[in-house]
């Protein structure tokens, strides 16, 4: 390959169809990979040119051997899953991290990011996880002497890895049409969506995109915006049944808002798939004890995928790579929460 077209470590992931994380531990030797695994991951690489950047290989021009992971709230789910893989990457990279929490407080990432120049004294680069920054924030930290990587950002000049939001959604909401329902609503985030996350916008536009390809018009009364947790989900699913009505069927614009939607139709003596047949996004944790069908995203896959494209700008600052955005795939993966409709 050249070096415009250089492989990473997701071509080596799909063409040995493993995972992120699977590819990541082969290729530094680390334990708990299968022989039959490391041998087709190795095979992969050679194919493709790929080699990892050596764990013992000091970084090129560091001066603290440390990078700063930073998330909006280390204790979600997402963030943690994201963090443990970008971890284990960067220490077998021998590299220190400093996990920084913004405790959704935007005073705390106004005062690392409107001048980064103390960060860059601590730490020689920044994995972002799903933090939204505004124009100031991407002009300062793209001017400093920080390599960045992200997860989940739009817009940036650096690497990021994410999934296609709207893609996922529109996924989803295909899946219920499919399914014969097309007396849809969405339980959509009311996060703000400018600056570099946009998620619940994407998703929002995803829904809509998929009924306007059905030749539907998205009802007002039946898109209702609350928190993505479960409690927004609670919210707004009580809110759709009480002051509005039940639909056919509903897309969570996440698996947390699913899971309140749940509770809520169960208080209200619905049920689903029986009554309404109810779709997420993410593949939580606890979607599959709960039996949800939803749309997976690979989230310790982002994070280990940003950890290497970030580790290698740092040991190979002079590479001339032009920086990249990578969507991962996102399944469908369809468990007992949907069926046909029967109207």
């Known amino acids: 390959m050249t070096e415009r077209t250089r492989a990473t470590i997701r071509d080596v ?4 169809g493993l995972s992120i994380c699977t590819v990541s531990r082969a290729l530094r030797g680390l334990p708990n990979v299968s022989h039959d695994a490391q041998q087709r991951i190795e095979d992969a690489a050679e194919k493709l040119g790929y080699r990892a950047s050596s764990a013992a290989s000091r970084l090129a ?7 700063a992971i930073v998330a909006p709230k280390a204790t979600s789910w997402f963030f943690a899953e994201a963090v443990e893989a970008a971890e284990e990457v960067f220490a077998d990279s021998g590299l220190d991290t400093v996990l920084v929490s913004l405790r959704g407080q935007g005073k705390v990432r106004d005062r690392l990011f409107d001048d980064p120049t103390e960060l860059s004294q601590r730490v020689d680069g920044v994995l972002l996880l799903g933090v939204n920054l505004g124009p100031a924030h991407v002009e300062a930290l793209s001017e400093s002497r920080l390599a960045v990587a992200s997860v989940g950002l739009e817009g940036v000049p650096w690497d990021n890895v994410g999934i296609d939001d709207e893609a996922a959604a529109r996924a989803a909401t295909r899946h219920l049409l499919d399914l014969g329902h097309w007396d849809l609503a969405m339980l959509t985030g009311d996060e703000e969506s400018h600056g570099t996350v946009t998620t619940a916008a994407q998703r929002r536009a995803g829904f809509e995109r998929a009924l306007a390809q059905e030749h539907l018009d998205t009802d007002p009364d039946l898109v209702v915006s609350a928190p993505s947790t479960i409690d927004g989900g609670y919210r707004a699913m009580t809110e759709l049944m009480s002051t509005r009505r039940v639909p056919s069927a509903v897309f969570a614009g996440c698996d947390e808002a699913a899971f309140g939607a749940l509770k809520a139709m169960r208080e209200h ?3 689903a798939p029986k009554k309404v047949s109810i779709i997420g996004l993410d593949d939580h944790p606890m979607s ?5 069908t939803t749309v997976a995203q690979p989230v310790p896959d982002q994070g280990a995928f940003a950890a290497t494209l970030l580790t290698e700008r740092l040991q190979n600052p002079d590479d001339g790579a032009n920086p990249e955005d990578h969507r991962l795939p996102t399944p469908l993966i369809e468990r007992k929460t949907t069926r046909r409709s029967r109207h």
């Not at 992931?13 to 040995?16: D, E, I, P, R, Y």
């Not at 021009?61 to 990078?67: D, K, L």
């Not at 599959?288 to 949800?292: A, C, I, R």
């Open 288 to 292: 599959s004890f709960l039996g949800l």
């Open 61 to 67: 021009g560091g001066r603290t051997g440390q990078v």
């Open 13 to 16: 992931a799909t063409l040995s």
């Open 269 to 271: 003596g619905l049920s």
